[in-house]
């Protein structure tokens, strides 16, 4: 039973334009990133606890706008359609530098 689903989901993924996988690459990137550092701080400690939470939420939040990112590139969804691709990209690169200028402010 989870062989089929896995194999269905497969097939279906085939057919996913590259733009879309590749910001699905980048998900992943960013989740395995939090692990890390929360694995980090599980094992060292949270003695600069502003640093790691300062860390944490950038790959949470980079997580966020990418998804963001992906729904409004991806062909399949209709509700985006009046977006073009290009001014997604440019309203994602807006709101990483905001987000990432307010982590290196938080830093301290």
């Known amino acids: ?3 089929e689903i896995v194999k269905a989901f497969s097939d279906e993924y085939k057919k996913t334009p590259v733009r879309v996988k590749v ?3 980048f ?3 960013a989740l395995a990133t939090a692990a890390v550092q929360f694995a980090y701080m599980l094992l060292v400690g949270t003695f600069p606890f502003n640093a790691f939470l300062a860390g944490f939420l950038s790959c949470v939040g980079f997580f966020a706008l990418t998804v963001c990112l992906r729904m409004q590139v991806d062909p ?3 509700e985006f359609s009046g977006i ?3 001014r997604a990209f440019a309203d994602y690169c807006l709101a990483n530098l ?3 200028l307010v982590v290196w402010n ?3």
Do not use: F, I, T
């Open 76 to 78: 399949a969804n209709k």
């Open 27 to 29: 998900l992943v990137y």
């Open 84 to 86: 073009s691709p290009e």
């Open 98 to 100: 905001v987000l990432h």
């Open 23 to 25: 910001l699905d690459a």
């Open 106 to 108: 938080y830093m301290g």
């Open 1 to 3: 039973m989870l062989a």
